[in-house]
T-cell receptor, first 114, second 113 residues
Framework: DGGITQSPKYLFRKEGQNVTLSCEQN?????MYWYRQDPGQGLRLIYY???????QKGDIAEGYSVSREKKESFPLTVTSAQKNPTAFYLC?????????????FGEGSRLTVL | SQKIEQNSEALNIQEGKTATLTCNYT??????LQWYRQDPGRGPVFLLL?????KEKRKERLKVTFDTTLKQSLFHITASQPADSATYLC????????????FGSGTRLSIRP
């Protein structure tokens, strides 16, 4: 079945460690997105990519990094520079272009920094 | 920059009534606006999209309106059921290329039997 797979679902890390969250899609979508969600809050955009080897900062990119070496994959690294990394992270994809419809989301990765 | 607001953090209504959720945006009118449903601990799921030249869109018990003068979209669930209890999010493209998709803070809807 086509979809988006995020891993791991739950992740615990010590303060000061970098963490990489995986996002893979087999929907043949060009565009991919990373959002952060804090308890009781909406989604805030971290990074997005419309095409391989290109990505743009969202509204809260500080302390995060991404790569887009393959169409199917858009990993997110939470670096030690991120001051408050504990959150629920959501990856999404959609067809690129202006009139493209909805985002398809993964099931999320919950990161807890101890 | 474009901002998007959902005024109600939570909404509680009686089963069978119509739930109405509000989404407001600032600045220019987006080419379209989307509504999603999110259950606890899950990723959001797309429900409806309405374009700027459409005043209303329906899907089963769901209805969305788009008023570019008021810079507002309303999301209605008619004949609400306890299974409709979830968080509902509105989203729009905040840039001219329609690639930067931002979300409102969501409204948590509870339908009591």
């Amino acid at each position: 079945d086509g979809g988006i797979t995020q891993s791991p679902k739950y992740l615990f890390r010590k303060e000061g460690q970098n963490v990489t969250l995986s996002c893979e899609q087999n929907l043949n979508h060009d565009a991919m997105y990373w959002y952060r969600q804090d308890p009781g809050q909406g989604l805030r955009l971290i990074y997005y990519s419309q095409i391989v080897n290109d990505f743009q900062k969202g509204d809260i990119a500080e302390g995060y990094s991404v790569s887009r070496e393959k169409k199917e994959s858009f990993p997110l690294t939470v670096t030690s520079a991120q001051k408050n990394p504990t959150a629920f992270y959501l990856c999404a994809s959609r067809r690129a272009g202006q009139d493209t419809g909805e985002l398809f989301f993964g099931e999320g990765s919950r990161l807890t920094v101890l | 920059s474009q901002k998007i607001e959902q005024n109600s953090e939570a909404l509680n209504i009686q089963e069978g009534k119509t739930a109405t959720l509000t989404c407001n945006y600032t600045n220019y009118s987006p080419a379209y606006l989307q509504w999603y449903r999110q259950d606890p601990g899950r990723g959001p799921v797309f429900l409806l999209l309405i374009r700027e030249n459409e005043k209303e869109k329906r899907k089963e018990r769901l209805k969305v309106t788009f008023d570019t003068t008021l810079k507002q979209s309303l999301f209605h669930i008619t004949a609400s059921q306890p299974a409709d209890s979830a968080t509902y999010l509105c989203a729009l493209a905040s840039d001219s290329s329609a690639s930067k998709i931002i979300f409102g803070s969501g409204t948590r809807l509870s339908i009591r039997p």
